[in-house]
């Protein structure tokens, strides 16, 4: 590799650019892939298998070749709606997984630094946060309040923006009440199904720190289903 | 997940880089089976046999900064390594583990 190479790809990493390093396992070769940008003509040929390992968030050599991708792609970004006692014990687990974590909650005395340290909280309704947060299809969602006024607006727009992950707090009949609300706003089958609620895994307990972990760890799985 | 951001072997290899010394990085390619590191994973190597990061559990670091210093020595810009789970003849040492990994090691230069 060559220094200039090394020193671009600290400078990316400095700026929290994704890019993906080539190694061209035969000849030595190095490059760096950035999507939607031009590629040396050495790897244009792999292009279509790097933007898939891209996609994927995989390292890798690329079958039946000599190419090796290595892919930098920040993390997923999760949004907990309501700064409940289970969300305290989510963000610790979630900080420890590497996902970047941000709570709404328009509920001042629950969404306080106090009770959150060292992160970003917004005060406001969902409708108005999402206005200044970018979410995307690489983008999670963990409701609960469970209450309507606030969890089903920040679920509809994690439903528009095709969220990777949808999870909604609350008991059965809670859900199939918040499905039938979507339901007669106009949102599909596929996509009311889409939402897991009851949220998380079956662990069977019951403590706010046993329910984060069951919701973190179908989080998880999900995250490596995408 | 991993988070590559967060990993700061690279800066550690330009910094040792911006203080004359040689480096080599040795960089998990591929696995097999159940090995301790995923693809990715990295150290790196001076002239002198220092080194930081991983690319095992402890297992095969030590063979892997002989080859890197050969390559310093002998000069060459790079070369793959595999590491099997009983490969005696070849490297004395073996994944505890059972698993197989390759290894790419690269000069900077």
Sequence with gaps: MKIKILQEIIKKKASKTEFAILTNLNNGDTGIFEKDKKLSKNFENYRVHIENFFKSKKNGVIENTEIFVETYIRPTKVIIVGAVH???????FARSLNFEILIIDPRGYFATEQRFPNLKIINKWPDEAFEEIETNENTALIALTHDPKIDDPAIKH??????????????????????IRLRQTGFNEKQINSIHGPIGIKLGGKSAPEIALSIIAQLVEVTYKK | MKNSFDEKILEEANDWINSNQKVVLATVIQTWGSSPRQVGSRMIVNEKGDFSGSVSGGC???????????????????????FKVSNESAWEVGLACGGEIAVYLEQVK
Excluded at chain 1, 86 to 92: H, N, S
Excluded at chain 2, 63 to 80: H, Q, S
């Design chain 1, 86 to 92: 289970i969300a305290q014990y989510l963000v610790d």
């Design chain 2, 60 to 82: 095969v670091e030590s063979a892997v900064v002989r080859e890197c210093l050969g390559l310093i020595k002998d000069n060459k810009p790079f070369k793959k390594i595999e």
């Design chain 1, 158 to 179: 994690a439903l528009n923006k095709n969220f990777f992950y949808i999870g909604a707090l609350g008991s059965k009949k809670t859900h199939e009440n918040r499905c």
